[in-house]
């Protein structure tokens, strides 16, 4: 079974939506595997975030996104779930940033209806394009796809700036261009999501933001709405950086990290993470004889 066969049916499966984390780069999304999830969303903002020390406003290039899913799809076995923002372009910049992506190892891709530059969906000041480009750039990325099973998830950011209805009638519009699955974006209410739900026929996903504008839910409370995906963009990587504030504070307060080794995983650990045990096995295998030396 390819990754996009299993992501499909992992989305579509009964028992509440599927929990899917973020990774802004390749060493999060072991991470997610390690603690058991079934797949990993390489979040735009993330990455952006981490690799540039940018904020979420369509900075980062279709190639430095490229080469962040590459890495990411050979560090990990479970499907990736690629945020493609707007996909860099019109409808033909779509169907290269489609090949691409898909090329390079992700099992769905997701495209929004923002004007470029974009912004975050919880950042104020949005701006859409019209219903009717964004339709046809979803029908250019169904139809720029190698692997009919790759999935196409359509975003809306249309509720902030044209109201709910509006934003339904777009899923609504990207669900008939062929969209797998569907993504309304910052509902602010509970009542809000249900109506969703109930006047957009199709596979939803729910963007749980810590201190964004979509109140939390629990995974039991989405699933009785009916969302399929509880999507969690960047809690690993907040939940990284505020255990890197703790050891950077220790070391600026101590002076050495003596003490710190319960602030940190062991070095075991970290090399069990990178899969340094595989790979000294694949030296064995394959390296000619060389004089070996403990590394400090």
């Keep these: 079974m390819t990754t996009p066969q299993r992501l499909r049916e992992l989305i579509s499966r009964e028992g509440g939506p599927m929990l899917l ?6 060493l999060t999304a072991r991470v997610i595997e390690q603690a058991g999830f079934e797949a990993v969303y390489v979040s735009g903002a993330g990455l952006t975030n981490t690799y540039l020390g940018m904020p979420d406003l369509g900075l980062l290039s279709v190639s430095e996104l490229v080469g962040h899913v590459a890495a990411m799809a050979d560090a990990v076995s479970i499907p990736l779930v690629v945020d493609a923002d707007t996909g860099f372009g019109n409808a033909l910049n779509v169907q290269r940033t489609v090949r691409q992506l898909e090329r390079a190892g992700a099992a769905a891709i997701q495209l929004e209806d923002q004007v470029s530059p974009k912004k975050c969906g919880h950042f104020a000041g949005k701006g859409v394009i019209s219903q009717d480009e964004m339709v046809g750039k979803v029908r250019a990325a169904v139809d720029a796809r190698l692997d009919d099973d790759l999935l196409v998830i359509a975003r809306t950011d249309a509720l902030s700036t044209e109201g709910l209805e509006a934003a339904c009638d777009r899923a609504a519009a990207y669900a008939e261009a062929g ?28 963007n749980m933001v810590e201190g964004g504008l979509t109140p939390l839910m629990t995974r039991d409370e989405l699933g009785e709405l009916g969302f399929s995906v509880a999507l969690y963009a960047n809690a690993a990587m907040r939940g990284a950086v505020a255990g890197m504030r703790q050891v950077m504070d220790h070391l600026a307060e101590h002076g050495d990290t003596k003490d ?5 995983i062991t070095w075991a650990d970290r090399q069990a993470l990178v899969r340094k045990p595989e790979f000294d096995e694949l030296d064995r295998r394959y390296a000619a004889d060389v004089t070996t030396g403990d590394m400090a």
């Design 21 to 26: 984390p973020g990774a802004p780069n390749a």
């Design 260 to 264: 710190a080794g319960d602030l940190m």
């Design 179 to 206: 969209a797998d699955v569907l993504f309304v974006e910052a509902p602010r209410t509970r009542e809000q999501m249900d109506y969703i739900i109930r006047n957009v026929p199709g596979l939803h996903m729910a």
